[in-house]
């Protein structure tokens, strides 16, 4: 186990909606980041939370928002809600933004309907 | 978009055997590592190769990195059962952690 935790497991939306989706970091890492896993693919990373500050973002929309809270955990919100969202969306955090290995999350699987 | 490919897509062995799979990359890197992901779980970071390593062993894992061809292989030995997951390679880029991973090789191991 990694000590990074998400929250929740599964989670089933109608398109349009809105979701939250929360990790918790493991102890001693600043740096959170998340990807999305379409079926069958490899995780896309979506963006990195340093310090509370965005640290890089992939090509995703700005409808695909983040936090990352003084204790370092990290939320990430999606805004109208569309089919292609449906996806593993995992959350990884490292010791810091130069640190090569990420701890990865058991993930929250969102199915938009 | 995907930085690599892994081949092959997918991978059925017979206990005991080894498997080989393969990573190509486009851009430079900084490190290369593989990740392995049971049942669409949560990724466990096998091992890291630096840019300037050609070789990296742990357990019954080998690694291979050629960066001129901008490929790398992983190498499990001895396979067993519970080494059925996905594998995917992912590719850190310099100044920052941020990883780009390929589509992942389907490793089936029978008993």
């Known amino acids: 186990e990694t000590g990074v935790t998400q929250s929740p497991t599964h989670l089933i939306k109608t398109r349009g909606q809105q979701v939250t989706l929360r990790c918790s970091s493991q102890s001693g890492h600043n740096t959170v980041s998340w990807y999305q896993q379409a079926l069958g693919q490899g995780p896309q990373f979506i963006f990195q939370y340093y310090r509370e500050e965005e640290n890089g973002r992939g090509n995703f929309p700005p409808r695909f928002s983040g936090l990352q809270f003084p204790n370092y955990s990290s939320e990430l919100n999606v805004n109208a809600l569309e089919l292609d969202d449906s996806a593993l969306y995992l959350c990884a955090s490292s010791r810091d933004s130069e640190s090569y290995e990420q701890y990865f999350g058991p993930g929250t699987r969102l199915t938009v309907t | 978009s995907q930085q690599g490919e892994e081949d092959p897509q997918a991978l059925s062995i017979q206990e005991g055997e080894n498997a080989t799979m393969n990573c190509s990359y486009k851009?430079?890197?900084?490190?290369l590592q593989w990740y392995r992901q049971n049942s669409g779980r949560g990724l466990v970071h096998l091992i890291l190769i630096r840019s300037n390593e050609r070789e990296k062993h742990s357990g019954r894992l080998r690694v291979t990195l050629d960066t001129s061809k901008k490929s790398s292989s992983l190498l499990i030995t001895a396979s067993r059962a519970a080494d059925t997951a996905s594998y995917f390679c992912?590719?850190?880029?310099?100044?920052?952690?941020?990883?780009?991973f390929g589509a992942g090789t389907i490793l089936r191991v029978k008993s």
């Open positions: 851009t430079s890197i900084n490190n």
């Open positions: 992912a590719t850190g880029v310099y100044y920052g952690n941020k990883l780009v």
